[in-house]
């Protein structure tokens, strides 16, 4: 299995961006897929997650402002970034795991994406 994270790139402060992850050797309905970040100096954070059978899950700090969204049909997961803060500066990570696993813990994926960069100026 293999992920893919595409999407990133410069925006100013209160702008968009749809990051999105393919997968190849696996179908994302059989997985929890989850989106995190890492900022530079700071530990991986979990920003927002579609578990499986269970539903979709989002960090408080991202929660009205990002959406994560699976299609079926292209086999991709997106995260729809909007009202972009100097904060949201990181390097953005796809995960998957095909077990029912703790949304939230980067731990207990065991498949992820190269990363994407997102920076927003302010």
């Known amino acids: 299995v293999q992920l893919q994270a595409f999407g990133g790139g410069l925006v100013q402060t209160g702008g968009s961006l749809r990051l999105s992850c393919t997968i190849s050797g696996g179908t994302f309905s059989r997985y929890s897929v989850g989106w995190f970040r890492q900022a530079p100096g700071k530990e991986r954070e979990f920003v927002a997650a579609i578990a499986l059978r269970r539903g979709t899950y989002h960090a408080d700090s991202v929660k009205g402002r990002f959406t994560i969204s699976r299609d079926n049909a292209e086999n991709a997961v997106s995260l729809q970034m909007n009202s972009l803060k100097p904060e949201d500066t990181a390097v953005y990570y796809c995960?998957?795991?095909?077990?029912?696993?703790?949304?939230?813990?980067?731990?207990?994926?065991?498949?992820w994406g190269q990363g994407t960069l997102v920076t927003v100026s302010s």
């Open positions: 995960a998957a795991d095909p077990g029912s696993v703790r949304y939230y813990s980067s731990r207990d994926y065991n498949y």
